[in-house]
């Protein structure tokens, strides 16, 4: 079992940045591919960003790149989100996952764990 909690979310204005966090306890962390999935009100959940076990790979959602950036600290079992130049449309609770299959996913059913979410609100 691998505990996932978020924090960092909340409200701020268009263009402004937000630096989500997932701290992650139980199972050894770097065994797990990571990401970042997002779910508007009256959308489905949405593909944001993942990144490899050791932190060399990751990829984006074309809605998200050149503005967000994903890494991981595996020292300190810590996942973060950078968000820059943030739209009203990136209004969403963000939801880190984790994923013990050998290849990352932009699929949520691949991943075996999720966290609670966090709420982040852009105003225009």
């Known amino acids: 079992q691998v505990q996932l909690v978020e924090s960092g979310g909340g409200l701020v204005q268009a263009g402004g940045s937000l630096r989500l966090s997932c701290a992650a306890s139980?199972?050894?962390?770097?065994?797990?591919?990571m990401a970042w999935f997002r779910q508007a009100p009256g959308k489905e959940r949405e593909f944001v960003a993942a990144i490899s076990r050791g932190g060399s790979t990751t990829r984006y959602a074309d809605s998200v790149k050149g503005r967000f950036t994903i890494s991981r600290h595996n020292a300190e079992n810590t996942l973060y989100l950078q968000m820059n130049s943030l739209k009203p449309e990136d209004t969403a609770v963000y939801y880190c996952a984790a994923d013990s299959a050998p290849a990352m996913s932009n699929y949520d059913v691949r991943y075996n764990y999720w966290g609670q979410g966090t709420q982040v609100t852009v105003s225009s």
């Open positions: 139980g199972r050894t962390f770097s065994n797990y591919n």
